[in-house]
């Protein structure tokens, strides 16, 4: 008997021993020091910076392994109000991506000939367009196409958009989104001042969007919107963690508004491979400005996929309070568990279920 009772002891001392180191791998991966304060995209360094826009031959075939030595993205906060926002044009390689500093600038630094504006005050009806008011926008849209058309289809999207985040901006049931829309990406550069390669502007502090009727128009009116809408909620717009913000764009794109680029599905089957970056380094990124291409793409859809994760795996409200201790100041992990509770105690718990699901094609859209 007495034997039984010390072999009860030390099975049950085993037991706590192996449970503890178990913890131990999870708690030292998230409070371990940051030995660096940047990060490298590609296994090799750029000799130079590829331009905005720039068409260029890439292979796409081979994924990039991260390391964490030199940098290439820095964690340097932008001190500028991420204000007024770009989306690139149609080209051949990148149509759909849009680069989230390109183009923020604060009211000071933009003169008159590059701040997005029509000809005197915002509700004065630019020449050739008509102007409808609905339930949550002012519409401005050029002669030849149908105004209430795109009524209905904006409205709609604003329902959709709505099914995630009402609790995040319920500031839209009493201010307007301002909305212009041309025909031709001709006119909305005369209406929008910006540049030929830019497939749509948006001035987060007014809400205001520019938009030519492009085949992704609608996609990237959905992401716009959701940065008015989500980014709002962090207090001001260069506050929200630009990992949550295009991760919530993306998600709203393609849950939302149906639209689905090539990149994100190509960059998914990536992360599928075991790409992708650890979660420590990707939530630190502030700034996208010197990476490549290709980099960008794989960010982005790892931002989106871990979105995608923390909407699916909520319980009621979790998501918003996650959100919540966010903005209220709380590291990831901190928010993460007091949101989520267990099993998701740390960032590197999230980061193993994660890889498990994307692995498994969970966290891939259905086409």
Known sequence: MDIIYKLRIAFWFLVVLIWGIYLYQYISTDIKDLETNKIILNGERRSSTPQRGEKKNQDYSQPEIITTIQSTITYQQNNSLQQNRIMLANTDEIKEIIFPEEGYKTEEAMDDKTKPSVSGKINEIPEGFDFKQTRHFNLYVEKGIDINEIESLIENLHGEIMIDLIAFSPWTRDTKVTVYLTKTSTKYQEISKRPAWSGGATNLKDKIIYLYKSDEWFGILAHELTHIYFDSFFGSYDKSPLWLSEGMAVYIQVERGKSSP??????????????????????????????????????????????????????????????????????????????????????????????????????????
């Not at 960008?296 to 979105?307: E, I, N, P, R």
């Not at 795996?313 to 267990?342: E, N, P, T, W």
């Open 262 to 367: 090539q990149w994100l599905n190509e960059n998914l089957s990536y992360l599928k491979d075991g790409a992708g970056y650890n979660l420590s380094d990707l939530i630190m990124i502030k700034t996208l400005d010197d990476a490549d291409e290709k980099s960008v793409k794989l960010w982005y859809a790892q931002s989106f996929s871990l979105v995608y994760l923390l909407l699916k795996i909520q319980h009621g409200d979790s998501f918003y309070q996650f959100c919540k201790r966010i903005k209220a100041g709380d590291s990831v992990s901190k928010a993460l568990y007091l949101s989520y509770g267990k099993p998701y105690t740390t960032l590197a718990a999230l980061e193993s279920i994660w890889r498990y699901q994307i692995k498994t094609e969970t966290l891939i859209p259905q086409k």
